[in-house]
């Protein structure tokens, strides 16, 4: 399970885990249109989603995908979760990822993609 607060996490995970690349395009696609939304006169490399609008967290293969307390949403699970939206994505590669959103409170979603 990977958390993404910053830009610069998403550069870290492209260069360290190349077989993500299609799903991180789409992660950092997601994380700019945050900061076109959210974001102030700040630089982007500065812009935090924990401070704003709420973090992303990568579920991986090996990850328990029910268990949500490694994802810093407390102790709710997936399966007790009300997801605001779950979209399917289609990525660049032909593979499909799925963007699921928690709102944890009124104003802050978690964005969890799988």
Known sequence: ???IIKLKEIEDLESKQPELEHLLEAIEEYF???F????DDSQIEEFRLDKEAGHIVIIENEDDA???ELAEIGKLSLKDSRPEAI???MLK???IAYKISI?????YM???FS
């Open 93 to 95: 590669d032909g593979k």
């Open 66 to 68: 029910f268990s949500l």
């Open 103 to 107: 709102c944890t409170n009124n104003s």
């Open 1 to 3: 399970m990977k958390i």
């Open 87 to 89: 979209e399917r994505i």
């Open 32 to 34: 700019c249109e945050l």
């Open 36 to 39: 076109d939304i959210f974001g």
């Open 110 to 112: 978690v964005t969890l």
